[in-house]
């Protein structure tokens, strides 16, 4: 009973995407609906044999209707499907992020899905056997679940193997299986990886010889979150989000996919110099992009207005924003993203003087769109599309509503933006000042129901992966690097990856060192020889 409760209204995510299937029609696919139903039942029930020992079932089954239950819910609100990345989401979020998804409906869902079927569980008296006879019952229960899977997979053969193959996202669906599974693969994930060491990245690092007339660099990385390329009017969006930006000289690419699709998976990859591919298959962890900066002598400042960076900055200073508490900027333990510049130059001042004659780079990972509650991402000055969608259950807005709160993010990311440009121009007297500003992955905001963002790369659509990526430098910076912004212009929709942005920041940083590849940096034929 347990089994076909969560087979059944557990799965009710999966069945809802299996009924809008083209492909499920009329008698054939009721058939293989019903198939389907008996091979996720059977798969259960043979799993839960392995469990039935007296007082054991009752809390494993109960685990059982949570999983399912909690599953079911973001399946369902979000769109979301649950896979080793997502699961890695969840071990590092921290409470405030954890809160911003509580509300109500989620209490619904779990009361029916888990207290429901819990409370019965554990009002039926369960019998106790002998050890003997329990085994026997369980290996029977086992066999006959496992040949019943068997019986029906060959039934609906054809039309399993096929929609399986064309619709990989239903996979990620089955409830609670999917948890299981993913857990599994994350705790798997150590074991295949060597975790004890950290490799030494780009130790031969040196800043490229200046001449007399430079001046030191001044460099504001800014990473951002859940930016999507397609809503920054720079980009073409049909809505001017971005007034400021589009009043100084910067250059704004609109063909960089992003490595992956959440923040845990995106940024360590970004600072990495493997690239998407050879990160997500090192058998070794590296030191990051940070690291190769801080080796070139440079002084490195890392703010974080998010839930921090990753492991990417670990060892350089950092300043947290969550310790703040700023009047105006801050409240309720969160600050918008322009809490980073307040105070800036006094911890620049701190680091160390002969890194900071060298150079100065400075990282500002932001808050920037992160979702569901855009609304809280905005002070009430910037909120200038409306209505927005003032709640966090994002599918109780209409889209329009759902859009104008995001608008609203990327209104005010473009505030920020321009300001930190203001705080470079102060700076431009003794320093050669540079920004690049690119977003770990994007979002999706109700298209097809899809909500947030983190679908397994392969699945995602695209406005979870296109990022924007935004260059802004000085005319000092431009003289003495011989960079052209004119001549990055050009490149407005060349195909670009995250793969790039190791080699490009060090690229306009001016660093070599072995481990540079020329041809991933989108800066090198831009470069005029000095
Ligand atoms: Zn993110």
């Not at 360590?268 to 190769?292: A, T």
């Not at 104008?404 to 505030?415: A, C, G, Q, R, V």
């Not at 920020?416 to 003794?430: D, E, G, R």
């Amino acid at each position: 009973m347990g089994s076909l409760w969560l087979a059944s209204a557990g799965n009710y995510a999966l069945w809802q995407q299996v009924h809008q299937l083209p492909e499920v029609n009329g008698l054939r696919g009721l058939a293989f609906t019903l198939g389907f139903g008996l091979i996720i039942t059977c798969a259960l029930t043979s799993l839960l044999s392995l469990f039935n020992w007296g007082k054991l079932l009752k809390p494993v089954l109960t685990v059982f209707f949570f999983s399912a239950a909690s599953g079911a819910y973001f399946m369902m609100s979000y769109g979301i499907v649950i896979d080793s990345t997502m699961i890695t989401n969840v071990i590092q979020t921290d409470t405030k992020e954890a809160l911003d998804l509580f509300n109500w409906r989620m209490l619904v869902s779990f009361a029916i899905l888990g207290l429901l079927p819990a409370w019965v569980l554990w009002k039926t008296p369960l019998k106790s056997l002998r050890v003997g006879q329990q085994l026997l019952g369980n290996a029977l229960m086992a066999v006959l679940s496992i040949g019943i899977l068997l019986a029906s997979l060959l039934a609906v053969f054809q039309d399993f193997s096929s929609i399986m193959r064309n619709h990989t996202q239903l996979r990620y669906l089955i409830n609670p299986l999917n948890s299981y599974y993913a857990i599994g693969m994350v705790a798997a994930k150590p074991f295949q990886r060597d975790n004890k060491t950290l490799l030494p990245v780009g130790q031969d690092a040196k800043l490229v010889t200046a001449k007399a007339t430079d001046k030191p660099p001044l460099i504001l990385l800014v990473l951002g979150e859940t930016a999507r390329m397609g809503n920054f009017g720079l980009n073409g969006y049909d809505r001017n989000t971005t007034p400021e930006l589009s009043k100084e000289n910067t250059v704004s690419l609109r063909g960089v996919m992003s490595c992956g699709t959440s923040t845990a998976t995106s940024v360590p990859c970004m600072f990495s110099h493997l690239g998407k591919e050879d990160f997500e298959s090192r058998k070794n962890n590296y030191e990051s992009l940070i690291d190769v900066l801080h080796h070139a002598g440079l002084a490195l400042l890392w703010i974080d207005n998010q839930s921090g960076c990753k492991g990417v900055c670990e060892r350089v200073p950092q300043a947290l924003t969550k310790e703040l508490k700023h009047p105006s900027f801050c409240k309720g333990g969160e600050c918008f993203d322009e809490i980073m510049l307040h105070q800036l130059d006094e911890r620049i001042q701190a680091l160390p003087a002969e890194r900071r004659a060298k150079g100065v780079v400075v990282v500002m990972h932001q808050m920037g769109s992160h979702g569901p509650a855009y609304y809280k991402r905005v002070p009430d000055n910037f909120k200038k599309f409306q209505p927005e969608c003032k709640s966090n259950a994002l599918q109780e807005c209409s889209r329009e509503q759902v859009v104008n709160s995001f608008d609203n993010t990327i209104l005010y990311t473009d505030h920020f933006l321009s300001q930190a440009i203001q705080w470079l121009k102060k700076s431009n007297a003794t320093h050669a000042t540079a920004m690049l500003y690119v977003s770990d992955h994007g979002e999706s905001l109700g298209e097809n129901n899809l909500y947030l963002h983190g679908l397994p790369y392969r699945v995602a659509p695209d406005v979870q992966k296109r990022v924007p990526w935004i260059s802004w430098w000085s005319q000092q910076f431009e003289t003495q690097t011989g960079l052209s912004s004119a001549c990055l212009k050009k490149k407005t929709n060349a195909p670009l990856t995250h793969d790039n942005y190791f080699h490009s920041v060090l690229g306009m940083v001016g660093v070599s060192t072995e481990v540079y590849q020329a041809k991933l940096d989108v800066h090198a034929d831009c470069r005029t020889p000095s």
